[in-house]
């Protein structure tokens, strides 16, 4: 009988050698240093490299430097990219299903938002990232609750028919705007200010955090408060990397990653009103708006997702639980 042990000891070493093998990884994202989802990066960077003994190192790329989230989404295909945090952007226009988080008012605040993304309803749409996107989703982080700031007076929706309005590049945005009246101008965070400053756009869509740390309220000073969408992002690791690390490292970045992008959630959850009463301290005129003016634009909204994403009736269920408890 051949005797397989020496075969076995040899291959578990060279897999455990595999396992120690130092790896130097690069994180990709569009936000500024100051941003929240920038400072979770660095933090994941450190605590990768310490618990992995120095073995493994993180070098985390802010403000688009290694292009913008498409050419992202490529590195990371080919693996030249090993690791990103990524607005939802280039999942949803690969994978449907994810525009459904984009459903406007399918939560009313922050902390729905918190609780909806942390469900098994959207956990498991995750799932859909290495076949159709070929990168691993480790978990959800998000920014804050979707308002307008405008370089005119808004008091409603109805004031933005029109208008050029920024809106972050992708398709569930520029549906709503679309339906709003508006002219939805696809323009990435980092080319904001400057479009604001020279009249390139007449409004934006933002969240009160990158409005207050990216001072675009020094630009525009009409804010609409309408918290009309939330703002998922997903941390993601490539398919072709993580196919070629071991178990033990997996688990490792899994754990450290997903706790750094959950930290993400609850900062915005605990910052968001205090920010708001911010934004409301400065000399900005503020505007509210809810649900109810924006019923038309959510018919129309849905009229289109309703086909183009099967997951909106499981996400809307999910919600009503969320919003129930
Ligand atoms: C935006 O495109 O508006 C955005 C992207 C990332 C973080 C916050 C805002």
Same mark, same amino acid.
């Given at each position: ?248 490292? $997996?688990? /490792?970045?899994? *754990?450290?990653?997903? +706790?750094?992008? @959950?930290?993400?959630? =609850?900062?915005?959850?605990?910052? #968001? ?6 934004? $409301?301290? /400065?000399?900005? *005129?503020?505007?509210? +708006?809810?649900? @109810?003016?924006?019923? =038309?634009?959510?018919?129309?909204? #849905? ?8 997951? /909106? ?5 999910? +919600? ?6």
């Amino acid at each position: 009988m051949i005797d397989f042990k020496p075969l076995l000891l040899a291959t578990s070493l060279a897999l455990s050698a595999v396992s120690a093998q130092a790896q130097e990884f690069r994180l990709g994202l569009i936000t500024p240093p100051p941003h929240i989802w920038t400072q979770a990066a660095n933090d994941f960077a450190k605590e990768l490299n310490e618990k992995s003994a120095g073995e493994h190192s993180v070098s985390v790329f802010p403000a688009q430097q290694l292009g913008n989230e498409a050419q992202m989404v490529q590195q990371l295909q080919t693996g030249a990219l090993d690791m990103a945090f990524l607005t939802l952007a280039e999942m949803s226009n690969r994978v449907p299903d994810f525009g459904a988080l984009y459903a406007p008012y399918l939560v009313d605040d922050i902390d729905q938002a918190a609780a909806l993304l942390r469900s098994e309803t959207a956990t498991s749409l995750l799932d859909q990232l290495p076949g159709g996107v070929g990168v691993v989703g480790i978990g959800y982080g998000m920014a804050g609750m979707r308002q307008v700031l405008s370089r005119d007076a808004v008091t409603g929706p109805a004031d933005l028919a029109g208008k050029k309005l920024r809106i972050t590049p992708f398709e569930p945005i520029r549906d709503f705007y679309t339906a709003v009246g508006a002219a939805p101008t696809p323009l990435p965070l980092p080319g904001v200010y400057d479009a604001l400053a020279n009249g390139q756009v007449d409004a934006i869509d933002m969240d009160f955090d990158s409005i207050l740390i990216l001072k675009f309220y020094e630009r525009a000073n009409n804010l609409m408060i309408s918290n009309h969408m939330m703002f998922p992002m997903v941390g993601v690791v490539s398919g072709r990397v993580w196919r070629g690390l071991s178990d033990e490292d $997996r688990a /490792l970045i899994q *754990t450290t990653m997903k +706790a750094h992008l @959950d930290s993400v959630i =609850d900062r915005f959850q605990a910052q #968001e009103k205090d920010q708001e009463q911010q934004l $409301r301290q /400065l000399d900005i *005129t503020i505007s509210e +708006a809810g649900r @109810d003016e924006f019923t =038309d634009v959510i018919a129309n909204w #849905e009229a289109i997702w309703s086909e183009k994403a099967s997951s /909106l009736q499981d996400l809307r269920k999910a +919600a009503a639980q969320v919003k129930g408890s």
